[in-house]
């Protein structure tokens, strides 16, 4: 059965960075592309990034482009998100999602599998 585990999230002051993980497992991880998705308080979740399965193609939302960094290693199964110069808008609960395809889409509902979060919270 396939999991995903969300850790790094935290309190930080704007202008600061945090580093999310995501921890795979119970999937063949390679074959899976990986995304972060977001949802504030009283939104509904938007994409935040994708990476492909060999970690060479990525795709961004305009909001965090030249600001947040998606990456993964495959043989620990694993996909992060480096987020710098972060902003109060930027608060919200981190989802990781994995997709069964080597298409990176942005759509959310095209995501088979889900972390259960973690919440990153920017103070002004």
């Known amino acids: 059965q396939a999991q995903l585990v969300e850790s790094g999230g935290g309190l930080v002051q704007a202008g600061g960075s945090l580093r999310l993980s995501c921890a795979a497992s119970?999937?063949?991880?390679?074959?899976?592309?990986m995304a972060w998705v977001r949802q504030a308080p009283g939104k509904e979740r938007e994409f935040v990034a994708a990476?492909?399965?060999?970690?060479?193609?990525?795709n961004y939302a305009d909001s965090v482009k030249g600001r947040f960094s998606i990456s993964r290693d495959n043989g620990k199964k694993t996909v992060y998100l480096e987020m710098n110069s972060l902003k109060p808008e930027d608060t919200a609960v981190y989802y990781c999602?994995?997709?069964?395809?080597?298409?990176?889409?942005?759509?959310?509902?095209?995501?088979?599998?889900w972390g259960q979060g973690t919440q990153v919270t920017v103070s002004s």
């Open positions: 999602a994995a997709r069964g395809s080597r298409v990176v889409i942005r759509t959310i509902s095209g995501y088979d599998y």
């Open positions: 119970g999937l063949t991880f390679s074959n899976y592309v």
């Open positions: 990476i492909s399965t060999g970690g060479s193609i990525t």
